[in-house]
């Protein structure tokens, strides 16, 4: 009874998942075998170009432009400690709180090895053009030891204790062991997608001991042909000991998941469809069906292209690019080599009734051959010539196509380009030729995965991760190829700025919070104080304005007097010599001249007192306004490069 409630869900699937591989198969397993075989420099029968052909040499060309463009986006990425952030809520006062969960979850997921699980991501994308990673949640024990007193002494011990956490881990989906409806873009428009993958069979008895897998009994219930499609390399000798596992993630009938499920065929008009996970063992029985156990009800996969194709799943790596050069090249080698055979080794011509009977003609260093009369009428070597050297020009020409293709480059530093002009170049066509890739892999891949890895710690690490006020805007930093570019840039317009400029602070600030010194938080921190206006030293400031302008304001009046001084005695000499007249306008226009010396003085000492209300008053605003000016310099990074 337990049996026939999923044979109508397991035939749902089936008929689904084999039209996908039927799909996927037709139109890109050949081709991901050959890129596959180019990228290991793997000759098979099929690469001859001609029955004689007797190389079998597979040029590194490809295996190069592969390797170069991985190295590139893998530095872009990692390059630096911190290769993504989380922004915070731009209401949320408290900033430290983003601060740390990105912190925290960095060290859990390299803890878990999620930067290698990406580089072969990143490698899968090169070489099949689509990069694609999955999300899994476990329960794993972790073992440390602790110093703990034994009791009733002074004494300490140290014992092993263990502690349950909760892992998330980033795991490498090849595109070979993955499904997707076809009429979808991405996955999460998708019906569904499904993980295929050989798992030995004492994985399963644990899932169902452990409670994860229904108790079915899957002995005896395999099929070799399932094998088909599978990298051999992984497969046992045992195929008894193989059982091939289908993880499904996506849309199912909301009926096929209930007790009392109907066996009618299923109907997009009137079927409920819910988000489910369902497992099968051997594409025969279900080890688990249930609804999607997430907060967020989403998909745990997450992809990339390498390069875009427009309407598709399935991108465009760098194999992709450079297959067609890179046959022309494999087949200009093994030609030449087979000529450079001839040429070397030439064949002999031989009278037969000259040389001894059944003696063996070869040639080789040190070889002596009997022959019946003169060896020069006997054996005769036959010239085929020597090897075109225009075959030079081409391998060159096809290799530098190969470089065209793929937008790979050398990546040596040639000597005319060791300057930091020439590196700043280099560095900037090495962004542009990574950058559509980059920003794939940042917006289709990263974001989501951040998003989806913060859910699942929130969902099932509750002490570590606990629900506050910040919102998740993860974004990746570009890596350490733009910020050098950008900081090679700020650099020189600092030797153009005045050092008293404010711009120069702020300049000096990023060009440090670019670079990846491990105390440059420290530096960041010194300067900003430095920055800052010293309470202190304004009040000292305002104390010797003060007293210079009292000085000034007692000169004014003592000269002031004297001129009242003057003006009574010359007003009374005058009125004595009776020529008061000209000696009163004299001193009236130096008393009026002084009456606007007094007042400008306290014209200067009113704005004075203004300026420094106005300092006070603009303290909190400057503070405001120059860490606005520091999230405008990196909101405006972040568009330049998008």
């Not at 590194?60 to 290769?83: D, M």
């Not at 045992?238 to 066996?263: C, H």
């Not at 090897?387 to 470089?403: F, G, H, K, R, W």
């Amino acid at each position: 009874m337990e049996e026939n409630k999923y044979q109508g869900l397991a035939g749902w699937l089936h008929t689904r998942l084999d039209e996908w591989r039927d799909h996927r198969d037709s139109n890109y397993l050949s081709k991901w075998d050959e890129y596959y075989r180019l990228w290991r420099g793997i000759w098979q029968a099929s690469d001859r170009t001609r029955q004689s052909e007797k190389s079998q040499l597979i040029s590194p060309a490809l295996q190069q432009a592969v390797e170069s463009s991985v190295s590139e986006i893998e530095e872009a990425t990692f390059g630096r400690g911190k290769w993504f952030d989380i922004k915070d809520d731009i209401l949320d006062q408290d900033k430290q709180d983003a601060e740390y969960v990105r912190n925290l979850l960095q060290e859990d997921l390299e803890s878990t090895g999620c930067k290698d699980a990406l580089c072969e991501v990143f490698l899968n994308a090169a070489i099949y053009g689509t990069g694609i990673g999955k999300i899994s949640v476990e329960e794993n024990t972790w073992r440390y030891p602790v110093e703990v007193p034994i009791e009733g002494t002074t004494v300490t011990e140290r014992i092993l204790e263990e502690q349950v956490m909760t892992d998330i881990k980033i795991e490498p989906i090849s595109p070979k062991e993955f499904l997707i409806d076809p009429s979808a873009v991405n996955i999460n428009e998708a019906l569904g997608v499904a993980h295929e993958i050989i798992k030995p069979r004492h994985t399963i008895i644990e899932g169902i001991e452990n409670g994860t897998y229904r108790d079915v009994p899957i002995e005896g219930n395999y099929n070799e042909d399932f094998l088909d499609g599978f990298d051999p390399e992984t497969s046992r000798a045992d195929a008894s000991d193989q059982i091939k596992i289908t993880e499904y993630w996506g849309k199912v009938p909301a009926r096929f998941l209930e007790e009392n499920e109907s066996m009618d065929d299923f109907e997009y008009d009137s079927d409920e469809l819910v988000e489910a996970v369902v497992t099968m063992a051997n594409d025969s029985y279900i080890l688990r069906a249930d609804r999607n156990p997430f907060m967020m009800t989403d998909r745990p996969f997450v992809s990339y292209q390498h390069d875009l194709v427009p309407s598709k799943f399935w991108g465009r790596g760098v194999c992709e690019k450079g297959f067609n050069p890179q046959k022309a090249l494999d087949a200009e080698m093994r030609a030449r080599i087979d000529s450079l055979a001839l040429t070397t080794t030439p064949m002999m011509a031989a009278d037969a009734t000259r040389l001894p009977r059944g003696v063996r003609l070869e040639v080789r260093p040190g070889k002596t051959i009997l022959t019946n009369g003169d060896p020069r009428q006997a054996i005769m070597p036959l010239a085929l010539g020597s090897t075109d050297q225009n075959t030079y020009t081409q391998v060159a020409s096809l290799q530098n196509m190969i470089q065209m293709g793929t937008g790979s480059s050398d990546t040596g530093v040639s000597a005319e380009r060791a300057t930091s002009a020439g590196m700043s170049m280099a560095q900037s066509s090495a962004i542009k030729r990574q950058k559509r890739t980059l920003m794939n892999f940042q917006n289709t891949f990263l974001i989501p995965m951040i998003n989806k890895c913060l859910w699942r710690k929130v969902q099932f690490d509750v002490e570590r991760y606990p629900v506050a006020d910040y919102k998740f805007v993860p974004y990746s930093t570009m890596g350490i190829m733009a910020k050098e570019l950008e900081m090679q840039q700020m650099v020189s317009l600092l030797q153009s700025i005045p050092k008293d400029s404010s711009a120069f602070d702020i300049i000096l600030i990023s060009v440090f919070q670019n670079s990846s010194m491990h105390n440059r938080d420290q530096i960041i921190n010194a300067l900003m104080q430095e920055s800052q206006p010293n309470p202190q030293d304004e009040q000292m400031e305002q104390m010797g304005k003060e007293l210079q302008l009292q000085q000034l304001q007692a000169e004014v009046q003592k000269t002031m007097a004297e001129a009242q001084e003057e003006q009574t005695k010359a007003m009374k000499n005058a009125a004595e010599a009776g020529a008061a007249q000209p000696n009163e306008l004299m001193i009236q226009e130096k008393f009026i001249k002084l009456q606007k010396e007094l007042a400008a003085i306290d014209k200067l000492r009113a704005d004075t007192e203004n300026t420094q209300s106005e300092t006070l008053r603009n303290i909190p605003e400057v503070e405001h306004l120059q860490s606005e000016t520091l999230l405008n310099i990196a909101t405006a990074q972040e568009k330049l490069q998008g």
